[in-house]
């Protein structure tokens, strides 16, 4: 008896530690893995030196409600990072689009320095290109709604969003185009839909039709035996050759009038266009107007702070100040450069501003020709939770910003910074 | 070939009419043309839409190069397997038949239920090729012929043959030439473009983007023809593992003592 | 031969053959409201709280249902599997031929729910995988399509799998005496396509970040999706013991004798 007890209490320890042990291991996928991903999971070190969205518009608000059909427009600049990321493609094919959850939007235009995205294109890095997306409310709901380029092997990498909540009827929204040999498509979502199902409906009833003509006999068991038996003649009848022959005449001469048809119908097609867009390498304005380079960085895990020690040098002829510091659509903007402050427009993702000003040690000008160590200082919950903090579980270590830097009269100057960064885990 | 007694007199039973064995006997066909049904579409759909899926669920995947050169390659794996267990063992040239309806089911029910209904994708944009036609006439060469060979050579390539005619009759409207921000494209990218997927853009489409060698368009020939010529060679190659999948034989089993079987249970 | 009076009042005597499809009717049933009510589910909570993983409503409508799948699942499967060892017939050698068909035709019609439970993981659930992707950008393994894909349609067919390979072994002599390949593959199979998922999230994770179906890193599921085939060799098994069985309760007029 005691035997048996403790076996079968040995038997269910054995289960406990068996389901533990697996949910142990799908625990540590679970965090292993849920670091590893999308948008706000991509890794920061390469969400940080790649795309840099900046002076981003909507034709809404955040937070505003529109109609089905109603169009939204997004404007901006995005700067590919010259930095690039070595383990990812460079990004010679790329593709302008929205991240929306899925077609929620319908996309309308697009394009990159005015040239139209309907193709995808290849871009320099470390210059910036303007972008245009014009977008159509299309299925109700309170989305997300953002620029978004996706670059090859790496994946679609997100501007900034804002939420929009689109009310109306989905059955209303209407997409219509003409098409160059003059056929007016109502709704595109629709179009040449009835035809689909229409010859669908054909060939699954000839199937069908078939299917059955064998169903209906005895299937299994006899057939097994009669192939044994080699009682072909029984299992195969001429009758079924008949049909079987007529079928295959029928079904090769439907095929041909359909195309021919269809051929009538349809005389001018042209195959799916797959060639590249063309985008002229754009000036790069800033270039030597200001030098930066890092010195040291330090993120302080406590205080949810990066502090940068950069040595920068005004190569301008007018006096500049650092007005903001922005990484991964996260921006820090300096509260007592009046420029910077202009900036950030009135609607703008309040998630994706630092309520804190940007911290930094000099605030006087850096005159024309002079050298400067500056200590910034960036502090902000949304290092935790834009997850850039997770940068400490990369197996590169490093940042990558934007600095914007501006003079007397207002004028921007945008400079790149890039560097390890350490971590401080103690107060 | 000579069946022994307990074949024959099982064969002599099933086939005496509206006898209880007639009844057993219909009861296991309807089993099994269950298991065959949902099996199929899971087999089949799964095989399809991660060998040659893309192509099939987008209107702006339709090309004429990959689409019709690979989707008929992979449309005959499992019809030319199961061919072999069907015909040989059965006598029912239907396999090829039986897939394609059981596929284009399962496509439809995940394109309503999944891409429209749940992710808003138009149906314009997420249509199922139609693949009866040359799965069917795979299965009539082999009804007539009853050839491995005859039926790898003509049946096989039926299957690539009558792929982008089945096709080409509703896909043609979406190739319609249009003309968007200045740019020609066909009403197939036109669907691609606007209805957003997040995750596929324009330039991971695996389509014909031109080699200078395609000898005035004709893509879709050139593209049939290498898929008729590869599906040929596949027909025999899968029916082949169809054949070594159905003769699969047996391991002992170890625990049958548990069961109450002994060693000398082998041979019953 | 003969066939005296007597004979003839007994064959009267035996009860027709009676088809159970109460097992596969309700066993079809639940798995229809397990998988409709997941895809309501779907419906319902993927759009307002399954976009972003880093939500906290995610944690809460997405990861706690992720958690009670997986407890659910291996209670069941223990359960399930157990349950069919523990109340092994420990007589094969002895079971009567009326009876042995009687499980036979039970276990048959269990594999209509097996291949049910299958077209919902191979199918349904799995392509629509195909346009989750194409509404967010990925950013966790667990999304509202995997946790139903994966670590539910899965699941389902596994234990069910499972436990109808033990019923046979344990309750069904031809399949118990030795063990079937092809119904080991018919089994195994598919079961394996939950361990690819392993390769699968290495590859999303290290090496192909673009999401379109076709990628090689798909291929371990399609690869352990062709074993279904075997069913075709289980198929043939069947014909085997039939053609074993069947003359042991049935004459060559077609009338049942045991």
Known sequence: MTTMKSSKRNALNVRAALIKSVLLMVLMCVTGLVLAHGERNQEPFLRMKTLHWYDIKWSVENDSTIQVNDLVEMTGKVHFFSRWPEVINKPSTIFLGNATPGPVFVRVETYLDGVPMIQSTGVEMGHVYDFKVILKARIPGRHHVHPMINVESAGGLVGPGIWITVAGDADDFVYSITTRTGTEIANLGSYAVPNVIKWHAIWATVGVLWLLWWFRRPLIIQRYLLVKQGSWDQLITNNDRKIAATLIVGIIVTLIYANNITKEKYPRTVPLQGSKAHVDVPVNKYAGMVTVKNLSAEYYLPGRTVTVKAKITNNTNSPIQLGEFTAANIRFVNHSVPAAMKGVDVGYPDELVANDSLKVSDQTPIQPGETKILDIEATDVAWETERLSSLLNDPDSSYGALLFFYNAKGERIIEEIYGQIIPTFID | ?268 | MAVTHDEVGQAKAIAPFKFNLKPMIMGMIVLAIIFGGARWYQQWAAWDYGLDATDPMFDKYWMTFFWAEIVIEISLFFTFVGYMWLTRDKHLNNVKPREELRRLMLWVSMLVVYAFAFYFAGSFYAEQDATWHQTVVRDTSFTPSHIMLFYMSMPVFIIIGFTLFFYAITRLPFFARKISIALVLVVCGPFMLLPTVGYNEWGHAFWLMEEYFTVPLHWGFVFFGWTIIALSGVLIQVMKYMVELLPKVLNEKGELTS
């Open chain 2, 1 to 268: 070939m000579k069946l022994t007694t307990n074949e024959a007199t099982l064969l002599s039973a099933v086939t005496t009419p509206n006898s209880e064995a007639a009844r057993i006997a219909r009861g296991l066909d309807m089993f099994v043309v269950a298991i065959l049904f949902f099996a199929i579409i899971a087999a089949f759909h799964i095989h399809i839409m991660l060998t040659v899926g893309d192509w099939d669920f987008w209107v702006d995947w339709k090309d004429r190069m990959y689409w019709v050169t690979a989707t008929p390659m992979l449309l005959i794996f499992i019809p030319a397997a199961l061919s072999y267990p069907f015909m040989m063992r059965f006598g029912l040239p239907i396999a090829g038949t039986l897939c394609a309806f059981c596929l284009v089911l399962g496509e439809w029910i995940s394109r309503i239920v999944g891409f429209h209904l749940w992710t808003y994708f138009p149906y314009s944009m997420i249509w199922p090729a139609i693949v009866l036609p040359g799965l069917m006439l795979m299965d009539l060469v082999l009804l007539l012929s009853r050839n491995l060979f005859i039926t790898s050579i003509f049946g096989g390539s039926a299957v690539a043959f009558a792929f982008a005619p089945a096709n080409w009759p509703i896909l043609a409207p979406y190739h319609e030439p249009v003309v968007h921000m200045g740019q020609l494209v066909n009403v197939a990218d036109m669907i691609g473009y606007s209805f957003t997927r997040t995750a596929t853009p324009e330039y991971l489409r695996f389509i014909e983007r031109g080699t200078l060698r395609t000898f005035g368009g004709e893509s879709t020939l050139i593209s049939t023809g290498f898929s008729g010529f590869v599906c040929m060679i596949l027909f025999f190659v899968w029916w082949k593992i169809g054949e070594w999948l159905t003769n699969l034989g047996t391991i002992p089993n170890v625990m049958k003592k548990h069961v109450g079987l002994g060693d000398d249970d082998d041979e019953k």
